[in-house]
């Protein structure tokens, strides 16, 4: 992964000493409450409803376990001893106080990290697919431009005070697991038909609000000019987008009010003026950055492994979780692996400091002391020997990483929620929880099979509930908390965004009716169907009419 | 004490402030938000500037003075000999189209100041209006920010292009001068230096 050399180094120390200073003004009187937050937010720092929370990046969702390690001993110091991995790939402290927040950054920085622009109106972190690397259906690495890509919008001062929040995601896979049609600009790379390396650029999706399915601005860029094509793009945003309405402000509505034509005539009149201009990426560059994520020396291995073989055949635990936790790999004889976050019965996403030092030895034991973070808030070794993956797996069970969901109805992708989020109009984590427990059988787990369900306390859709299969969200009505359902979302090369199947549920309803759509989905599904694709071919109305029906005769049964 | 910070020859000091700022007279006019065409875009949720407006602004006989650019154009006959005389520059908010300028002015090095008035904090559009002036229109002489200007923004603004900035008044100039070097060397190119800094330093293989 990528190394910091000086001038990484110094940029980042020089935040820490500017962020410290912004602290110490605050702390003083000297910076208002309103002139501190956007101070703060461009630093991950959120006041919360119960303490601040502090969002960490990790660039394009890659760690040293000497990072991890650090970020163990810092949720262990600073904070109740535990963290959070968000929806984008970043790492969450629920508990920092305010005072130590420029020491948190002190230390972050001594293992080349940072909570640069991880909230705020600017750029934010880059985000791409989990098995970027080692995927066997990759054609481009793209992590040498995601990075390049990251240090070109670090302070950037043209973009440093956007209308609103901007999210950038690469892939380079033929199938797409970053969402890049759900994101203020998707950079899709290919190979074009003179071998080139090319970007396919996708513009003005998102979640939140108002969930739009990107469109495409440009079919063919060439790679050197990724910067200053996104230059064009957001110029065009800063200069024109809505500042009077927060909820109009991503650059998603921008490009509907003017239609992607429109839109699109604007960014190409303003990339003319500035194509190849000095911002122009050069080979000497990408090859620079590139050899930080060149692959590992994988040793010469078989396709198979006997005691590999032996145990999926002997232990049916360790069979459930090569099943649903062990992913192809590009160099033969290596698999990548999921660590789950979601053991039946905790929030998504959670980890404590002791389980992030024992993933840190894990990492250095068996994957070359790198692993990343993904989008559905799991952990990935990417490079483990098929002969190891059992001694992985034993270790993995003894810290409580090995549930074997990864893919199932409880892995469920869900935010922090009105436990924590002062954004929130419900809780999610209780609901997640109940889910889980209502799901707690392994066997009907698999049975059920492939499933997204994502939860979301409120409209800003941290928890992408719009591209769930299932997707919950959170509403306030009359000051109680409901819970409005959609089905048929998805994420990929054919996302869609889900359908509200009718009203609103109580949260104690809730498990029963993810138990209502799975039967109606188990009458109805072909053999080897998933649940998204049973949706898309009888649509919603029998879901519909199961769960609101049964609703019904229940509440009559009782009154009867 | 004064509250201009001016850049000159690359160092920055607290100066005093040679022009007198023109402000339109107070409007009556309710406020018009709309949005969705391509021009109205742009002005979503801010107030029409009326002809009323602009011939009632007083405009003071002598001295060195900055209009508002909708008096720029409205009035520029009767500026003229002035203009010629490098007493007047214009100020323009976030929200106007630098084009009303440009098309008006083809080459704006004639006038000494250009100052963009920043409402709010927040407002990054003045990045990119700093952008635009000096690298697309060729403007090469003193560019001003002023309005709601705090120490925070002046590293974004020096590499927008912008070389004076009047610190808002309840805040002190001379400390927010230390913040215009928050960042030693920034990786992108900018206005203040278009090189990115790939490009400045041989960073290795």
């Known amino acids: 992964m990528y190394k910091y050399d000086e001038i990484d180094q110094q940029i980042v120390d020089e935040r820490v000493a500017q962020y410290r200073d912004q602290v110490r003004r605050y702390l003083a009187g000297e910076l208002t409450e309103d002139e501190f937050r ?62 130590d927040t420029p020491d948190i950054l002190a230390e972050l920085a001594t293992v080349e990290m940072h909570a640069i622009q991880t909230s705020g109106n600017c750029i934010r972190n880059i985000t791409t697919d989990q098995f970027v690397g080692i995927a066997p259906d990759e054609v481009i690495d793209p992590r040498a431009m995601a990075e390049i890509i990251r240090q070109w919008s670090t302070f950037h001062p043209e973009f440093a005070l956007l209308p609103r929040k901007f999210k950038i995601a690469v892939s380079g896979t033929k199938q797409d697991r970053a969402i890049i049609q759900m994101h203020d600009i998707g950079l899709e790379f ?29 079919e063919h860029l060439e790679w050197q000019h990724a910067l200053t094509y996104c230059e064009a793009i957001i110029r065009v945003f800063n200069l024109h987008g809505r500042r009077d309405n927060l ?25 003319a003026h500035i194509k190849d201009n000095a911002n122009t990426i050069t080979e000497a560059e990408l090859a620079r950055v590139g050899q930080h994520f060149e692959a590992f020396p994988y040793e010469n291995l078989p396709a198979q492994d006997a005691s590999f073989d032996a145990a999926v055949a002997g232990n049916p635990a360790f069979a459930a979780w090569v099943k649903r936790c062990v992913h192809p790999h590009k160099q033969t004889g290596y698999r990548a692996i999921t660590l789950s976050l979601k053991p039946h019965g905790e929030a998504p996403g959670d980890i404590t400091s002791e389980q992030m030092w024992a993933v840190a030895d894990l990492a250095d034991e068996y994957s070359f002391g790198e692993l ?23 270790k993995a069970r003894a810290n409580g990483l090995a549930t074997p969901n990864i893919g199932l109805l409880t892995d469920i992708i869900c935010c922090p929620g009105g436990d924590f989020c002062s954004l929130a109009n ?47 969200l959170g509403v306030d009505k009359d000051g ?81 | 004490m004064s509250n201009l910070i001016k850049i000159d020859n690359g160092i920055a000091s607290v100066a005093n402030d040679e022009w007198a700022l023109v402000q339109l007279p107070a409007t009556q006019i309710e406020e018009r938000k709309q949005a969705g065409k391509v021009v109205l875009f742009k002005l979503t949720g801010e107030n029409p500037i009326t002809a009323e407006q602009i011939a009632d602004t007083v405009i003071p006989a002598t001295g060195k003075v900055i209009v508002p650019l909708s008096v720029f154009t409205a009035r520029n006959s009767e500026l003229a000999s002035r203009i010629a005389q490098g ?79 009047i610190i808002r008044k309840d805040r002190s100039a001379q400390d927010a001068i230390a913040s215009l070097n928050d960042f030693s060397k920034p990786y992108q190119g900018a206005v203040d230096e278009p090189r990115p800094v790939f490009k400045r330093y041989n960073r290795g293989v």
Not at chain 1, 436 to 458: A, K, M, R, T, V
Not at chain 2, 130 to 145: D, F, I, Q, S, V
Request: hydrophobic share 40%; net charge positive; glycine share 8%.
């Open chain 1, 372 to 394: 990343r973070s993904s989008h559905e808030q799991n952990l990935i070794l990417a490079d483990v020997k098929l002969s190891d993956l059992f001694a992985l797996w034993e």
């Open chain 1, 480 to 560: 109680s908390e409901w819970y409005q359902v959609t089905i048929g979302g998805k994420q990929g090369n054919d996302a869609s965004i889900g359908t509200v199947i009718g009203p609103s549920f109580s949260a104690d309803e809730m498990p029963g009716v993810v138990q209502k759509l799975i039967k109606v989905y188990i009458q109805e599904r072909t053999p080897e169907e998933h649940f998204i694709d049973t949706v898309r071919r009888i649509g919603i109305a029998p879901f519909k009419a199961y769960v609101y029906a049964k609703a019904v005769s229940t509440k009559n049964e009782i009154a009867a």
């Open chain 2, 87 to 165: 007493e007047v520059g214009v100020w323009l908010s976030t929200h106007e189209l630098l084009e009303n300028l440009t098309q008006q002015l083809p080459d704006l090095n004639v006038l000494p100041i250009i100052s963009v008035f920043v409402e709010r904090f927040a407002d990054g559009r003045i990045f990119s209006l700093g952008t635009l002036l000096r690298t697309r229109y060729n403007y090469k002489n003193e560019l001003r920010a002023f309005g709601d200007v705090l120490r925070d923004q002046l590293f974004f603004l020096k590499r927008s292009g912008f070389t004076s900035y």
């Open chain 1, 38 to 99: 956007p101070l703060r937010l461009q630093n991950g720092l959120y006041i919360q409803r119960q303490a601040p929370m502090l969002r960490i990046a990790v660039p394009y969702g890659m760690l040293s376990s000497k990072q991890l390690r650090k970020l163990g001993d810092i949720a262990k110091k600073y904070d109740k001893g535990y963290g959070h991995f968000s929806t984008r790939q970043n790492l969450q402290l629920n508990w920092p106080k305010l005072e």
């Open chain 1, 426 to 472: 419900a809780k999610s984590i209780p609901i997640a929880k109940a889910i889980q427990q209502q799901f707690d059988d392994l066997d009907y787990l698999h049975d059920i099979g492939d499933i997204e369900l994502n939860i979301s306390g409120c409209m800003n859709a941290c928890g992408h509930h719009h591209v769930g299969h299932i997707g919950i």
């Open chain 1, 190 to 218: 290919y190979r074009d038909a003179s071998n080139q390396v090319a970007i396919k650029v996708w513009v003005g999706g998102g979640l939140g609000r108002t969930p739009i399915i990107g469109s495409v601005i440009r």
């Open chain 1, 247 to 271: 909820y109009k402000a991503r650059i998603k509505i921008l490009v509907k009010a003017l239609g992607i034509d429109e839109f699109r005539n604007q960014v190409e009149a303003e990339w």
